[in-house]
């Protein structure tokens, strides 16, 4: 059933509110116990992971191996409770999905949203925040055939997410604003009204500021390469040619200088602004807004939200198994004109029929964890056994590459000299000056690269050149920043 407005449960318990026609407005809990009830879990609760399935995988099957992989690999600890939700996506060049899968702590649902249930009765979505952008695509307010990122700053939390086609593919988590202030020494007030107002622009601060400077100008470009690695890693996985449009959500402010950023990482032609989602709300919650929005949107049954709930409203009593039981058993009853078939002793049969299957369902569950400890420590081996098998093929790689030195030397010494000519011309294309450069046969090299700081976007398009040349993989190991002098180590493979 589709609802007109969502009933959003605050954790507290202190207050409800509702969201109707892109605002907000006064609810009372015994409204929303007959209206659609809802709330976003926090970021910092949940427990995220990914990895690949087969295509073909049934639904029934996956679900199961989402529930598994997440105690085996995303770190869950086997004596407690969780709940699981997940999204996937098809791999473009491959026969699979790729599942990211989000799971929150029972207890942690229990203690954050257990009061409001427990006044409603039931909260029939926990969602995750970083899905919340699909809402605007959901309702017409973004390019469902863009490539797009948009990119939240946060009291608390902060962070980047890429959507392709009205979707969510992934997100990269950035420091809050809470924690840039501490760095900075001042109010997270203060530092944002710097965002907004002065941004990178150095001049605008004052002598006694370059703290707060200092901080902005290095939290900017750390988020900014971070995202930009990000992006240039999933670009293959998710057949991502260029991003189309970089959105801020930032109580709808721009921050001066930071798409001169990205756009030292080649983000020149991507559409770039402020997110605004409401028109009828303050700049201060248009990211509220978008939440609110996704939660209706999913109540409105306009998308499908992965659901971390588990305060689902109860089924009333003629829609359960003893409550059809009963009605069918009072039915033969009337039928046959006798009104003493239930009798006190069956209905306690019933009751002891219950508990019985409440004992069994939790057998069940004990067996299900020893067998889930089982194939923990069976994988575990089998992880051991394929190390050691790893070990052993790059031995026998480097037997072979030996050999294939010795055999082809004059081959392997050309390679060597066009790896360092394309190099050494890259370098000079972009005027960067090289520390060291270290060959490793005729297939590796790595580069020790000095540039200065605002020059740094120099170096992305270093590697790009080298990427472009045919070289297979180009990535950089370590960054360091000494006295506005950027270094970076490169190794190239080719």
């Not at 002793?345 to 400890?373: H, I, M, N, P, Y």
């Not at 390679?415 to 000056?433: G, I, N």
Request: glycine fraction near 8%.
């Amino acid at each position: 059933m589709a609802h007109e407005r969502v009933y959003i449960c605050t954790g507290d318990a202190k207050e409800v509110r509702a969201f109707e026609h892109e605002r907000f407005v006064e609810a009372s809990w015994k409204r929303a116990k007959k209206g659609f009830c809802a709330a976003m879990v926090p970021v910092g609760a949940i427990r995220s992971h990914s990895f690949k399935i087969p295509l073909n995988t049934s639904a029934e099957k996956l679900e199961t191996i989402v529930e598994i992989t997440m105690f085996e690999e995303g770190g869950l600890d086997i004596d407690k409770e969780y709940a699981i939700a997940f999204v996937k996506h098809p791999l473009d060049f491959e026969s699979s999905w790729l599942v990211e899968s989000f799971a929150v702590e029972q207890a942690e649902l229990v203690s954050r949203f257990g009061d409001a249930a427990s006044k409603t009765g039931h909260i029939d979505l926990l969602a995750i925040p970083y899905l919340a952008y699909e809402a605007l695509y959901a309702y017409g307010k973004a390019d469902d055939k863009a490539v797009e990122l948009f990119l939240y700053l946060g009291e608390e939390v902060s962070y980047a997410a890429l959507y392709k086609g009205g979707r969510y593919l992934t997100h990269r988590s950035l420091p809050s604003l809470a924690s840039l202030a501490l760095k900075a020494g001042v109010s997270v007030e203060a530092l944002s009204e710097a965002l907004r107002e002065r941004g990178l622009d150095k001049g605008k601060y004052a002598p006694d500021e370059g703290l707060l400077y200092a901080t902005i100008e290095e939290a900017l470009g750390g988020m900014v390469e971070r995202i930009a690695h990000t992006i240039s890693h999933k670009r293959g996985i998710f057949g991502i040619g260029s991003v189309d449009t970089l959105l801020i959500d930032f109580g709808q402010a721009e921050i001066p200088g930071l798409w001169e950023l990205f756009d030292g990482y080649g983000f020149e032609e991507s559409r770039k602004g402020a997110l605004a989602c409401c028109e009828g709300l303050a700049p201060g919650d248009q990211h509220a807004g978008v939440e609110a929005l996704y939660l209706l949107a999913a109540a409105q049954e306009k998308l499908e939200a992965p659901n971390l709930t588990i305060f689902e409203k109860r089924p009333g009593f003629l829609q359960t198994h003893t409550g059809r039981f009963l009605t069918a058993v009072a039915a033969s009853a009337l039928l046959v004109g006798g009104y003493g078939l239930l009798t006190v002793s069956e209905l306690d049969a019933l009751g002891k029929q219950r508990a019985a299957l409440q004992s069994q369902l939790q057998t069940v569950r004990q067996k299900a964890r020893a067998l889930t400890a089982k194939l923990k420590a069976e994988r575990e081996l089998r992880d051991e056994t394929a190390e050691a098998l790893n070990r052993r093929r790059l031995e026998l790689m480097a037997f072979d590459e030996a050999a294939d030195t010795m055999m082809l030397i004059k081959a392997s010494a050309r390679k060597r000299q066009k790896m360092l000519k394309d190099v050494d011309e890259a370098l000079k294309a972009y005027a960067l000056s090289a520390t060291s450069m270290e060959q490793n046969g005729s297939r590796r090299m790595a580069v020790e690269i000095l540039t200065g700081y605002g020059s740094r976007d120099r170096i992305a398009k270093f590697m790009k050149r080298l990427v472009d040349e045919g070289y297979g993989s180009v990535g950089t190991r370590e960054i360091k920043l000494d006295e506005n002098v950027y270094q970076s180590r490169v190794e190239i493979v080719r």
